[in-house]
Protein backbone atom coordinates (compact mmCIF):
# COMPACT_ATOMS: atom_id res chain seq x y z
CA UNK A 1 0.00 0.00 0.00
CA UNK A 2 1.23 3.60 -0.76
CA UNK A 3 2.14 6.09 2.16
CA UNK A 4 -0.28 7.13 4.62
CA UNK A 5 -2.58 10.26 3.59
CA UNK A 6 -2.61 13.11 6.20
CA UNK A 7 -4.70 15.59 5.21
CA UNK A 8 -5.11 18.64 7.84
CA UNK A 9 -8.71 20.85 7.04
CA UNK A 10 -12.11 18.74 6.79
CA UNK A 11 -13.70 21.31 5.56
CA UNK A 12 -14.81 21.65 1.85
CA UNK A 13 -11.68 21.09 -0.38
CA UNK A 14 -10.00 18.88 1.94
CA UNK A 15 -13.05 16.91 2.70
CA UNK A 16 -13.78 16.24 -1.00
CA UNK A 17 -10.06 15.03 -1.16
CA UNK A 18 -10.49 12.79 1.51
CA UNK A 19 -13.73 11.34 0.59
CA UNK A 20 -12.60 9.98 -2.61
CA UNK A 21 -9.12 8.93 -1.85
CA UNK A 22 -10.92 6.97 1.28
CA UNK A 23 -13.42 5.56 -0.81
CA UNK A 24 -10.53 4.20 -3.52
CA UNK A 25 -9.00 2.60 -0.78
CA UNK A 26 -6.15 4.67 0.35
CA UNK A 27 -4.72 5.31 3.72
CA UNK A 28 -6.47 8.30 4.64
CA UNK A 29 -6.25 9.67 8.20
CA UNK A 30 -7.47 13.52 9.22
CA UNK A 31 -5.79 16.09 11.08
CA UNK A 32 -8.35 17.63 13.55
CA UNK A 33 -7.98 20.91 15.27
CA UNK A 34 -8.15 19.64 18.95
CA UNK A 35 -9.88 16.26 21.19
CA UNK A 36 -13.21 18.56 21.19
CA UNK A 37 -13.22 18.82 17.53
CA UNK A 38 -12.59 14.79 17.39
CA UNK A 39 -15.42 14.12 19.52
CA UNK A 40 -17.82 15.75 17.32
CA UNK A 41 -16.29 14.43 14.34
CA UNK A 42 -17.12 10.91 16.26
CA UNK A 43 -20.29 11.82 17.13
CA UNK A 44 -21.08 12.58 13.16
CA UNK A 45 -19.86 9.09 12.42
CA UNK A 46 -17.22 10.07 9.20
CA UNK A 47 -17.24 12.64 6.34
CA UNK A 48 -20.34 12.69 4.45
CA UNK A 49 -20.21 13.94 0.59
CA UNK A 50 -23.09 14.57 -1.23
CA UNK A 51 -22.92 15.10 -5.37
CA UNK A 52 -25.83 15.20 -6.99
CA UNK A 53 -28.78 12.93 -5.29
CA UNK A 54 -26.63 10.53 -4.13
CA UNK A 55 -25.28 11.25 0.13
CA UNK A 56 -22.68 8.85 1.58
CA UNK A 57 -20.69 9.04 4.90
CA UNK A 58 -17.07 7.65 4.76
CA UNK A 59 -15.52 6.83 8.47
CA UNK A 60 -12.13 8.36 8.05
CA UNK A 61 -9.45 7.47 10.15
CA UNK A 62 -9.25 10.97 12.11
CA UNK A 63 -6.69 11.81 14.86
CA UNK A 64 -5.97 15.30 16.96
CA UNK A 65 -3.08 17.44 16.03
CA UNK A 66 -1.55 16.24 19.85
CA UNK A 67 -2.35 12.53 18.74
CA UNK A 68 -0.72 12.94 15.35
CA UNK A 69 1.72 10.45 14.53
CA UNK A 70 4.90 11.79 12.18
CA UNK A 71 3.65 12.68 8.58
CA UNK A 72 5.02 11.36 5.24
CA UNK A 73 2.46 13.07 3.23
CA UNK A 74 0.50 15.92 3.99
CA UNK A 75 -2.50 17.72 2.30
CA UNK A 76 -3.05 21.00 3.61
CA UNK A 77 -6.50 22.38 2.69
CA UNK A 78 -7.17 25.02 5.17
CA UNK A 79 -7.72 28.43 4.17
CA UNK A 80 -4.91 30.51 2.88
CA UNK A 81 -4.40 32.50 6.60
CA UNK A 82 -4.57 29.48 8.46
CA UNK A 83 -1.98 27.75 6.36
CA UNK A 84 0.76 28.80 7.91
CA UNK A 85 -0.31 28.37 11.69
CA UNK A 86 -1.61 24.88 10.66
CA UNK A 87 1.74 24.07 9.10
CA UNK A 88 3.56 25.33 12.49
CA UNK A 89 1.79 23.12 14.86
CA UNK A 90 2.60 19.81 12.67
CA UNK A 91 6.39 21.07 12.11
CA UNK A 92 7.92 18.40 14.83
CA UNK A 93 5.91 15.92 12.71
CA UNK A 94 7.32 16.81 9.33
CA UNK A 95 11.07 16.12 7.92
CA UNK A 96 13.00 16.57 4.63
CA UNK A 97 11.40 13.56 3.63
CA UNK A 98 7.58 14.52 4.09
CA UNK A 99 5.53 15.51 0.58
CA UNK A 100 3.25 19.05 1.63
CA UNK A 101 0.69 19.57 -0.98
CA UNK A 102 -0.86 23.16 -0.49
CA UNK A 103 -4.54 23.62 -1.66
CA UNK A 104 -4.46 27.59 -1.02
CA UNK A 105 -5.58 29.93 -3.28
CA UNK A 106 -4.08 32.82 -4.12
CA UNK A 107 -0.18 33.52 -3.66
CA UNK A 108 1.82 34.16 -0.85
CA UNK A 109 0.81 31.52 1.73
CA UNK A 110 2.48 28.76 0.07
CA UNK A 111 6.01 30.87 0.73
CA UNK A 112 5.08 31.39 4.35
CA UNK A 113 4.32 27.74 4.81
CA UNK A 114 7.31 26.28 3.19
CA UNK A 115 9.78 28.24 5.26
CA UNK A 116 8.41 26.95 8.47
CA UNK A 117 9.26 22.85 7.27
CA UNK A 118 12.51 21.05 5.61
CA UNK A 119 9.71 19.16 3.45
CA UNK A 120 9.15 18.98 -0.32
CA UNK A 121 6.06 21.43 -0.84
CA UNK A 122 4.04 21.03 -4.16
CA UNK A 123 1.81 23.84 -5.10
CA UNK A 124 -1.89 23.53 -6.26
CA UNK A 125 -4.22 25.29 -7.95
CA UNK A 126 -7.85 23.91 -8.43
CA UNK A 127 -10.84 24.77 -10.37
CA UNK A 128 -12.87 21.97 -8.50
CA UNK A 129 -16.19 23.58 -6.48
CA UNK A 130 -17.37 22.55 -3.17
CA UNK A 131 -19.38 23.99 0.01
CA UNK A 132 -19.57 22.48 3.65
CA UNK A 133 -23.23 22.26 4.20
CA UNK A 134 -22.77 21.54 7.86
CA UNK A 135 -19.96 20.45 10.05
CA UNK A 136 -18.45 17.29 8.41
CA UNK A 137 -20.64 17.66 5.53
CA UNK A 138 -19.19 18.32 2.28
CA UNK A 139 -20.86 18.85 -1.20
CA UNK A 140 -19.45 18.30 -4.74
CA UNK A 141 -20.76 21.59 -5.94
CA UNK A 142 -18.59 21.87 -9.29
CA UNK A 143 -16.32 18.86 -11.09
CA UNK A 144 -12.99 20.96 -12.60
CA UNK A 145 -9.20 20.14 -12.62
CA UNK A 146 -6.34 20.57 -10.67
CA UNK A 147 -3.02 21.62 -11.41
CA UNK A 148 0.38 20.71 -9.45
CA UNK A 149 3.69 21.12 -9.49
CA UNK A 150 6.81 22.12 -7.50
CA UNK A 151 9.12 25.21 -9.24
CA UNK A 152 11.81 23.61 -7.47
CA UNK A 153 11.56 19.70 -8.23
CA UNK A 154 10.10 18.99 -12.01
CA UNK A 155 9.85 15.40 -11.33
CA UNK A 156 6.20 14.20 -10.58
CA UNK A 157 5.30 12.33 -7.64
CA UNK A 158 4.36 8.76 -7.06
CA UNK A 159 1.62 9.29 -5.22
CA UNK A 160 -0.35 11.52 -8.72
CA UNK A 161 -1.77 6.98 -9.10
CA UNK A 162 -3.37 7.70 -5.95
CA UNK A 163 -5.29 10.96 -7.08
CA UNK A 164 -6.17 8.79 -10.91
CA UNK A 165 -7.23 5.94 -9.12
CA UNK A 166 -9.38 8.48 -6.82
CA UNK A 167 -10.71 9.87 -9.86
CA UNK A 168 -8.98 13.31 -8.70
CA UNK A 169 -9.17 15.11 -11.78
CA UNK A 170 -5.24 16.45 -12.30
CA UNK A 171 -2.38 17.51 -14.60
CA UNK A 172 1.32 17.75 -13.13
CA UNK A 173 3.00 20.67 -14.84
CA UNK A 174 6.33 22.79 -15.04
CA UNK A 175 4.54 25.91 -14.88
CA UNK A 176 2.28 26.04 -11.56
CA UNK A 177 3.69 29.81 -10.31
CA UNK A 178 2.30 30.95 -13.47
CA UNK A 179 -1.38 29.35 -13.38
CA UNK A 180 -1.81 30.62 -9.60
CA UNK A 181 -0.65 34.14 -11.00
CA UNK A 182 -3.35 33.74 -13.39
CA UNK A 183 -5.57 32.47 -11.33
CA UNK A 184 -5.02 35.55 -8.88
CA UNK A 185 -5.53 37.99 -11.74
CA UNK A 186 -8.84 35.88 -12.68
CA UNK A 187 -10.15 36.44 -9.15
CA UNK A 188 -8.67 40.01 -8.41
CA UNK A 189 -11.07 41.22 -11.76
CA UNK A 190 -13.93 39.64 -10.50
CA UNK A 191 -13.98 39.09 -7.12
CA UNK A 192 -14.04 42.08 -5.46
CA UNK A 193 -16.00 43.80 -8.31
CA UNK A 194 -18.92 41.37 -7.38
CA UNK A 195 -18.60 42.05 -3.73
CA UNK A 196 -18.66 45.72 -4.04
CA UNK A 197 -21.83 46.05 -6.72
CA UNK A 198 -23.49 42.66 -4.47
CA UNK A 199 -23.61 41.07 -7.65
CA UNK A 200 -23.23 37.05 -9.33
CA UNK A 201 -20.68 37.10 -11.80
CA UNK A 202 -22.48 37.94 -14.68
CA UNK A 203 -23.61 41.45 -13.23
CA UNK A 204 -20.12 42.17 -14.05
CA UNK A 205 -21.31 42.53 -17.75
CA UNK A 206 -22.54 46.05 -16.78
CA UNK A 207 -19.46 47.11 -15.48
CA UNK A 208 -16.96 46.00 -19.04
CA UNK A 209 -14.77 48.89 -19.26
CA UNK A 210 -14.13 48.61 -15.54
CA UNK A 211 -13.05 45.14 -15.92
CA UNK A 212 -11.29 45.77 -19.17
CA UNK A 213 -9.36 48.28 -17.58
CA UNK A 214 -8.46 46.29 -14.36
CA UNK A 215 -6.86 43.87 -16.81
CA UNK A 216 -5.03 45.77 -18.84
CA UNK A 217 -3.52 46.72 -14.95
CA UNK A 218 -3.29 43.11 -13.97
CA UNK A 219 -1.44 42.05 -17.78
CA UNK A 220 0.94 44.63 -17.00
CA UNK A 221 2.01 43.26 -13.73
CA UNK A 222 2.17 39.81 -14.69
CA UNK A 223 4.38 40.71 -17.42
CA UNK A 224 6.14 42.63 -14.81
CA UNK A 225 6.75 39.96 -12.55
CA UNK A 226 8.13 37.51 -15.23
CA UNK A 227 5.20 35.66 -16.02
CA UNK A 228 4.17 36.98 -19.70
CA UNK A 229 1.85 33.52 -20.16
CA UNK A 230 -0.45 34.58 -17.30
CA UNK A 231 -0.70 38.18 -19.26
CA UNK A 232 -2.14 37.04 -22.68
CA UNK A 233 -5.39 37.14 -23.24
CA UNK A 234 -6.42 38.03 -19.67
CA UNK A 235 -9.08 39.98 -20.42
CA UNK A 236 -11.22 37.68 -22.88
CA UNK A 237 -10.40 34.37 -20.71
CA UNK A 238 -12.12 37.07 -18.16
CA UNK A 239 -14.91 37.50 -19.51
CA UNK A 240 -15.22 33.88 -20.90
CA UNK A 241 -15.24 32.86 -16.78
CA UNK A 242 -17.78 35.34 -16.10
CA UNK A 243 -20.52 34.47 -18.95
CA UNK A 244 -19.65 30.45 -17.86
CA UNK A 245 -20.41 31.44 -14.22
CA UNK A 246 -23.04 34.16 -14.96
CA UNK A 247 -25.51 32.38 -12.34
CA UNK A 248 -22.81 32.17 -9.67
CA UNK A 249 -21.88 34.18 -6.79
CA UNK A 250 -18.05 34.46 -6.56
CA UNK A 251 -16.15 33.30 -3.43
CA UNK A 252 -14.96 36.32 -1.70
CA UNK A 253 -19.00 37.45 -2.50
CA UNK A 254 -19.96 34.12 -0.42
CA UNK A 255 -17.54 34.83 2.35
CA UNK A 256 -18.56 38.32 2.40
CA UNK A 257 -22.42 37.22 2.61
CA UNK A 258 -21.25 35.08 5.15
CA UNK A 259 -19.60 37.28 7.57
CA UNK A 260 -16.26 35.28 6.76
CA UNK A 261 -12.95 36.50 6.81
CA UNK A 262 -12.17 36.67 3.17
CA UNK A 263 -8.43 35.47 1.19
CA UNK A 264 -7.96 39.11 0.32
CA UNK A 265 -4.53 39.84 1.56
CA UNK A 266 -3.63 36.93 -0.74
CA UNK A 267 -5.71 37.84 -3.76
CA UNK A 268 -5.82 41.45 -4.30
CA UNK A 269 -3.32 42.40 -1.50
CA UNK A 270 -0.85 40.42 -3.32
CA UNK A 271 -1.14 41.77 -6.02
CA UNK A 272 -0.97 45.39 -5.06
CA UNK A 273 1.89 44.71 -2.73
CA UNK A 274 3.29 42.58 -5.77
CA UNK A 275 3.30 45.71 -8.04
CA UNK A 276 4.47 48.16 -5.08
CA UNK A 277 7.69 45.95 -5.19
CA UNK A 278 7.70 46.35 -9.31
CA UNK A 279 7.20 50.10 -8.85
CA UNK A 280 4.43 49.99 -11.03
CA UNK A 281 1.96 52.12 -10.55
CA UNK A 282 -1.58 50.46 -11.01
CA UNK A 283 -4.49 53.32 -10.08
CA UNK A 284 -7.35 51.38 -10.53
CA UNK A 285 -6.19 47.77 -8.96
CA UNK A 286 -4.83 50.11 -6.01
CA UNK A 287 -8.00 51.96 -5.57
CA UNK A 288 -10.52 48.77 -6.22
CA UNK A 289 -8.09 47.34 -3.34
CA UNK A 290 -8.33 50.27 -1.57
CA UNK A 291 -13.07 49.96 -1.78
CA UNK A 292 -12.37 46.84 -0.93
CA UNK A 293 -10.43 47.24 2.52
CA UNK A 294 -13.68 49.93 3.21
CA UNK A 295 -15.84 48.16 2.17
CA UNK A 296 -15.10 45.80 4.92
CA UNK A 297 -14.53 47.91 7.55
CA UNK A 298 -17.90 48.87 7.47
CA UNK A 299 -19.22 45.40 7.75
CA UNK A 300 -17.13 44.29 10.30
CA UNK A 301 -15.26 41.52 8.48
CA UNK A 302 -11.30 41.82 9.00
CA UNK A 303 -9.18 43.62 6.26
CA UNK A 304 -6.12 41.20 5.63
P1 LIG B 1 -12.94 25.53 4.45
O1 LIG B 1 -13.06 26.70 5.38
O2 LIG B 1 -14.19 24.82 4.05
O3 LIG B 1 -11.98 24.44 5.10
C1 LIG B 1 -10.81 24.76 5.79
C2 LIG B 1 -10.73 23.84 6.99
O4 LIG B 1 -9.44 24.01 7.61
C3 LIG B 1 -11.77 24.14 8.07
O5 LIG B 1 -12.45 22.95 8.38
C4 LIG B 1 -10.93 24.61 9.25
O6 LIG B 1 -11.49 24.26 10.51
C5 LIG B 1 -9.64 23.85 9.00
N1 LIG B 1 -8.48 24.39 9.72
C6 LIG B 1 -7.94 25.63 9.67
N2 LIG B 1 -6.90 25.73 10.51
C7 LIG B 1 -6.77 24.53 11.12
C8 LIG B 1 -5.88 23.99 12.09
N3 LIG B 1 -4.91 24.73 12.63
N4 LIG B 1 -6.05 22.71 12.47
C9 LIG B 1 -7.02 21.93 11.95
N5 LIG B 1 -7.89 22.38 11.01
C10 LIG B 1 -7.77 23.66 10.61
O7 LIG B 1 -12.13 26.05 3.19
P2 LIG B 1 -12.15 25.48 1.68
O8 LIG B 1 -13.29 26.06 0.95
O9 LIG B 1 -11.98 24.00 1.72
O10 LIG B 1 -10.85 26.19 1.10
C11 LIG B 1 -9.53 25.73 1.36
C12 LIG B 1 -8.61 26.42 0.35
O11 LIG B 1 -8.93 25.92 -0.95
C13 LIG B 1 -8.81 27.95 0.28
O12 LIG B 1 -7.60 28.59 0.04
C14 LIG B 1 -9.74 28.12 -0.93
O13 LIG B 1 -9.62 29.38 -1.56
C15 LIG B 1 -9.23 27.01 -1.83
N6 LIG B 1 -10.24 26.56 -2.81
C16 LIG B 1 -11.48 26.19 -2.39
C17 LIG B 1 -12.41 25.76 -3.33
C18 LIG B 1 -13.80 25.33 -2.92
O14 LIG B 1 -14.62 25.09 -3.79
N7 LIG B 1 -14.11 25.23 -1.65
C19 LIG B 1 -12.06 25.71 -4.70
C20 LIG B 1 -10.77 26.09 -5.08
C21 LIG B 1 -9.86 26.53 -4.12
O1 LIG C 1 -12.51 31.29 -8.78
C1 LIG C 1 -13.49 32.00 -8.79
C2 LIG C 1 -14.02 32.41 -7.45
O2 LIG C 1 -15.20 32.71 -7.32
O3 LIG C 1 -13.21 32.42 -6.51
C3 LIG C 1 -14.09 32.48 -10.07
C4 LIG C 1 -15.33 31.71 -10.40
C5 LIG C 1 -13.07 32.27 -11.18
C6 LIG C 1 -14.39 33.94 -10.02
O4 LIG C 1 -13.24 34.68 -9.80
Redesign the pocket.
Known amino acids: MSKRWHI ?9 WAARLFRSGCDVEL ?4 QQ ?1 LASYKTAGGLTLSEGDQSHCYPIPAVS ?1 ETCGPISRLLL ?4 Y ?2 P ?2 IS ?2 APLISADTDVIL ?4 LG ?1 QEQVASLIPARCILA ?8 QA ?1 FS ?1 VF ?2 R ?1 HTWLGDPLNAMPPSWLDDLQKSQINHDWTDDIVSRLWRKLALNCAINPLTVLYDCRNGGLLEHQAEVASLCNELSQLLQACGMPTAATGLYEQVLQVINATAANYS ?1 MHQDVTQK ?1 RT ?1 IT ?1 LIGYACIAAERQQLELPNLKALNARLCHYLDAHGLPRH
Open positions: LGAGALGGLILRDRIASKADAAAQLLQNGSSSTEGAFRDIAGGSREY
